[in-house]
């Protein structure tokens, strides 16, 4: 014969609070915090690619009309990558050393990783290994952001402060200047 | 009294208007995408126009208001050479219906900003 288990019908009221309480601290805010602070990171991201992506036309349009003609460059890749910076530190609010000024979407010094124009011998690989077909200017940064919500104190935990977005970009050149 | 589903009730309400609460945090994240869309836009034209005419000027602020933006506010170059700076600068407010207390909702105003600066690609001779 089995043994009939008593079942406890009407459990605590005080117990059920607790545990929809600690459903709420510990599974729903942290999986909500996990999938905004992923979407305020990749709006950040789309940010800083469009920013790239205009700073990589102007640094090929700044370059003389006679060069733009011929979609050849032959213009010393030191004066590129200045009026790559300029460019770039106007489109981020950056000072010119690359630190962020007050309104910038970047939170630490931004860092210029490549910057590549390639103009000739297609296809050729750009340095992150996407085939460029067309007359392209390619450059990739690294833009440290600082996290909000859980995922900064998580950052804290581990001795870091940032998280680093690195944004490459292939932006093409209209060859009919 | 019938303790527990009272209280369960409370804190299916509070579980309510806590996800609706942060549901509404992509409101903002999706309209500024959008404001943005449409202004790199427009400044991609400029760059091939050599600047932003007084027309352009006025279908950029009616599309801008269209998606809700009030107050726009556009600063832009009219007109620059091949290898000068062009920048379009766009202000403007959006209102919204957000929760604002447990059984409570009420407008909310963001200003969104543009800016962005870029070179004239139009050869002028």
Known sequence: MKKKIPVRENGSAVTQIVLMAAILVFVIMPVFSAVIEKYILMEKARIIRDSVDMTNISAYNALSGTELGKVRVDAERSDILEIYRQMLSVNLRLNDDLEPKPDSVAEGRVEVLSLEICSSGFPVQCPEGVTIMRPTVHSSIRVPVRPSLYRSIILKMLGREYVDIIVHADTEIPVNN | ?125
């Open chain 2, 1 to 125: 009294m019938p303790v527990k589903p009272l209280m369960t009730g409370i804190m299916l309400v509070f579980v309510v208007f806590l996800l609706v609460y942060m549901v509404e945090f992509f409101i903002p994240l999706s309209v500024k995408a959008d404001i943005d869309m449409i202004c790199r836009s427009a400044l991609l034209n400029m760059e091939n126009d050599g600047g932003l005419s007084s027309e352009k000027r006025r279908e950029l602020k009616a599309e801008l208001e269209s998606r809700g933006l009030t107050g726009v506010v556009i600063t832009a170059t009219e007109n620059a050479k091949q290898g000068e700076r062009l920048t379009l600068r766009v202000e403007g407010n959006y209102t919204y219906s957000r929760v604002t207390s447990l059984f409570g909702r009420g407008d909310v105003t963001l200003r969104i900003v543009y800016d962005k600066t870029t070179m004239s690609r139009k050869v002028v001779n």
